[in-house]
């Protein structure tokens, strides 16, 4: 542990310096490192992100405090755990600054180290899962020297640290490959840095190839789902095997809690209202909500505007004969109990004059009225005639209503085509009647 | 979709025993009085034969309001009346003055705006206020829909269309009826006049 500490302090001062240098350089690029042999960490120097500004105001960059800004984990908390140290000499942390501030805001303050070395690991390995090189930063070194040896990263660089492993993210496997890199770089105290850089990135690198295969079938979903879930999903499946869990995941886009869930019914019960109202209303091929909802507003319209319009037209004529078509289909009724056998006679000539016109009328039109007029009779809708019927007097069977005409004046008698559609429907009533009962009335 | 028989003879029944009701005549009623109370009994006849929807109440209730209709009304409808006019709980809103959910609203959608599109009017907003400006129309034209959010109100309009529609073709055929009748009885036509008025059924 001393030496672990004496190593970072060693390194610290040249990691303030090559610090310092990158930041000199930052604009234009040009690294002069020393010892910087590997392509990998040119690449990642040279797309450092614009943190680098914010940490090179300080004197002291390194300082713990800085530090706990980014990661805002409670340092001075527990002590870490027995493998902690062993692997805080062996390698660095590494994380990218904007990445680690974002991740970092999601942590909870209050981790302890049991829980925050697994969001330790899921942080860094959803790092990894973004395909982004993480920028090296001797951050144990930022750390450890500033706090000492309670301030040991609560972010292990290894994956098998502890028992609480996310069993998402880690593999048993590629440990000891992992903990190869660490052990690769020198010890020696100046180089020690930069090659221990190389080597994490090596190991970064290592990581990123290792972990590529095994949080494929996580996708997106794992990464921006946040380190929140990390701690939650560790802790739900609990420190056990390390194994792959194939959880059940929400397609990309779409979630699985319940808000949205009932917002898609919600959606889809609207939509199929639409649909039907757009069979209703004419002209209706809009897909827009609010245009749909224009052509309904306007047909609306146009039907009040209509029943309007046949209120004032004729119908006060209608609607005056109309009960007096009722009294006299009851006058009817009542005669038809003292004329049963004519009735039946009656209504097998009336069932063969339908018939009759039936036929007419699928040929012509006009001959059927003809012929109709010369027996004393006229069309009516079904459903006035069997509403008349029904609100005067009992209906009879087959729908027909039938009285024997009275001598002098009017009868009702009503025939229904068997043929007939619901729009054009054969009925009678003697229209002589009417005109009759009209001419007094009036 | 089309109306049920059943709802059309009732509204023929109704419609015919309503007009009989307030003695509608050419002699001594005007264009104003006779239109208006066959529109009267023509709108009680669809909301009584449709039976209990949220449109039906309501439409009762804004009918009644007027004095004269209410004791037509009575008549019409019987004990019927009671049961529609009478409040239905599960609708029941609490009420709100207009005025007030007017200004939260323009005071919420202002505050939107301002943190959301100070670049401009963002096309999400826009078309919200659409659908909201013909919603508010919707509910303007179907009676009793004023509390209801978006499924329930357009279940409420299909059925006041479908009411509606059937409202209209029995009341022309009604009168085309008559009208063919009446032509065919007083005047002695010709067969061509006859047919011309047939055709047009």
């Known amino acids: ?442 | 979709m089309q109306a049920t028989k059943s709802f059309e003879q009732a509204f023929l029944k109704h419609l015919l025993r309503g007009c009989r009701l307030s003695a509608v005549s050419y002699k001594s009623m005007s264009l104003q009085e006779r239109k208006s109370a066959i529109k009267l009994s023509a709108d009680v006849a669809m909301a009584s034969a449709r039976g209990g929807r949220k449109w039906t109440r309501g439409l009762i209730t804004k009918l009644s309001k007027e004095d004269e209709h209410r004791s037509f009304l009575q008549l019409i409808l019987g004990t019927e009346y009671g049961r529609l006019t009478k409040p239905c709980h599960g609708s029941w809103k609490i009420p709100r003055s207009k005025k007030i959910v007017r200004r939260s609203l323009r005071v919420c959608s202002r505050r939107k705006n301002n943190l959301r599109a100070p670049h401009g009017v963002k096309s999400s907003v826009l078309a919200r206020t659409l659908v909201e400006k013909r919603t508010h129309a919707l509910k303007r034209l179907v009676p009793g829909v004023e509390s209801l959010d978006g499924y329930s109100l357009l279940d409420e309009t299909l059925d006041y269309v479908i009411s509606l529609r059937a409202q209209v073709d029995l009341m022309q055929k009604l009168l085309t009826t008559f009208e063919a009748s009446k032509l065919g009885a007083l005047s002695k036509c010709t067969l061509p006049e006859r047919k011309a008025s047939f055709v047009g059924k």
């Open chain 1, 1 to 442: 542990m001393q030496h672990g500490s004496g190593e970072v302090r060693g390194s610290m001062a040249t990691s303030a310096s090559a610090q310092m240098a990158l930041h000199d350089d930052h604009g234009s690029q040009q690294i002069q490192n020393p010892g910087l042999h590997d392509d990998f960490f040119d690449q990642m120097l040279s797309g450092l992100p614009s943190a680098w500004p914010e940490l090179g105001n300080p004197k002291s960059p390194w300082d713990a405090s800085a530090a706990q800004k980014l990661f805002r984990i409670d340092l001075t908390g527990k002590p870490p755990d027995e493998s902690q140290p062993e692997a805080a000499t062996e390698g660095l942390r590494y994380a990218s600054y904007d990445e680690a501030t974002m991740l970092a805001s999601r942590l909870p303050q209050s981790q302890g180290s049991g829980g925050s070395s697994p969001t330790g690991e899921a942080m860094m390995l959803q790092l990894n899962n973004r395909h982004i090189l993480p920028v090296v930063v001797p951050l144990q070194a930022a750390v450890g020297g500033g706090v000492g040896e309670s301030g040991l990263l609560p972010l292990p660089l290894t994956l098998g640290s502890g028992g609480a492993a996310d069993p998402r993210i880690i593999v048993e496997t590629p440990r000891d490959e992992m903990d190869g890199p660490y052990k690769s770089p020198d010890q020696n105290g100046g180089e020690e840095l930069y090659s221990g850089l190389g080597g994490s990135i090596r190991a970064a690198q290592a990581a990123t190839g290792q972990h590529f295969h095994h949080p494929q079938n996580h996708g997106g979903a794992a990464a921006p789902a946040g380190v929140g879930q990390g701690p939650a999903a560790s802790a739900s499946s609990g420190g056990g095997a390390p194994q792959q869990k194939q959880k059940v995941r929400a397609r990309r886009g779409q979630a699985t809690d319940p808000h949205s869930i009932a917002e898609r019914l919600r959606r889809e019960r609207i939509a199929e209202r639409m649909k039907a109202l757009q069979e209703l209303v004419p002209n209706a091929n809009k897909t827009d909500k609010a245009s749909m909802l224009d052509e309904i507003i306007d047909y609306l319209k146009f039907l009040q505007l209509q029943v309007k319009v046949l209120s004032m037209s004729r119908l006060g004529g209608a609607a005056a004969v109309a009960p007096l078509v009722a009294d006299i289909s009851t006058e009817g009724a009542g005669a038809r109990a003292g004329g049963d056998g004519a009735a039946v006679g009656n209504n097998d000539s009336l069932t063969a004059t339908e018939h009759r016109v039936a036929k007419m009328m699928e040929e012509d039109m006009g001959s059927a009225m003809q012929y109709l007029q010369g027996k004393g009779l006229c069309l009516m809708p079904i459903s006035l005639a069997s509403a008349i019927s029904s609100a005067a007097c009992r209906p009879s069977a087959g729908g027909l209503v039938s009285a024997p005409p009275p001598p002098a004046t009017s009868a009702a008698a009503a025939a229904e085509s068997p043929s007939s559609s619901p729009s054009a429907s054969a009925l009678t009533v003697q229209s002589a009647a009417a005109a009759d009962t009209t001419a007094p009335k009036r």
